[in-house]
């Protein structure tokens, strides 16, 4: 199979680059969108796909879910079920766009990028690696409280941001999304187990930040999505409903962001030396 990250520009047609700066100002966010991630650390709500692309993804996730699909090898990391607990399942993996066209062109999607550089501050976007989290109804696992750049120090300076997009209604009921509100202005925490014990992270907390632990649900119809700092806390609950909850989130960071290990950054990557530059194949530029 063709690795897709050898193309760094749209390979189908579920979206159109504009040539113009009146093109793209239609995927501008406002002021007050942007005033809302830097005062509370996201900012939800955002349209990125229409009913075709949400169908052509799920379509595409069906596919490549399957352990013996082609280009397999091509994943980073591939999870059928990341928790310990055969009753409570999380599929997690990391490297699809690679593999099918759809996930490979939601990096390029205009409107992404857009959002994206806005609350870079206005810099230019690098992609870092991407992920997809799939609940199954009624036996859907937890994704346990942490902050993103927990798990992302092999990178510095720390000017990443998450997106992450429903390709079903995401609801308290299948387990959504949850936020605490201005955490990202706690300092880097530990990084617990990702599908662990929900609780985990209260180990790490002082007693304010206890007092402070408030998490608001981003219940998100599919095809939007939400953004959120890399030191925000967030977690997810079980799926105990009779619908699916499937997403994808695309993990962005500032153009100038250096590595800061010798070892591999994602498994199947050439390393890039620690103080050099990221980029180059694996790490392409969206936007600029």
Known sequence: MKDLADIHELVSELFNWPTTKE???????????????HDFGYVSGIKLL???????????LAEIIDPNYTGHSLFYEFHSNESADSDNILFH???????????????????????????????SVRFWHDQLF???SKHG???AWHQDYSYWTRTVAMQHLT????????TTENGC??????????????????AGDMNGIMNYLTEQQKEEFKPVPIELQKGYA??????????????????????????????????NTDEELLKGVPPIKKGEKMQGKFFPLLYQ
């Open 23 to 37: 093109e793209w100002e239609q995927y501008r966010l406002t002021k007050e969108q942007v005033q809302h991630f």
């Open 93 to 123: 993996s990391l490297g699809h766009w690679r593999i099918t066209q759809g996930f490979h062109d939601v990096l390029w999607n205009p409107a992404f990028v857009m959002a994206a550089h806005q609350l870079l501050e206005n810099k």
């Open 226 to 259: 939400t953004f959120h700092h890399p030191l925000l806390v967030q977690g997810s609950f079980e799926n105990k409903s009779d619908r699916p909850r499937r997403a994808f989130v695309l993990n962005v960071f500032a153009d100038g962001t250096v590595s």
């Open 163 to 170: 997106c992450w997009t429903g390709l079903d209604d995401a």
């Open 134 to 136: 799939y609940k199954p």
């Open 141 to 143: 696992g937890v994704v």
């Open 177 to 194: 999304l949850h936020y605490i509100p201005k955490s990202h202005k706690w300092g880097l925490l530990e990084a617990p187990v990702l």
């Open 50 to 60: 229409d009913t075709d692309c949400v169908e052509q993804l799920c379509k595409e």
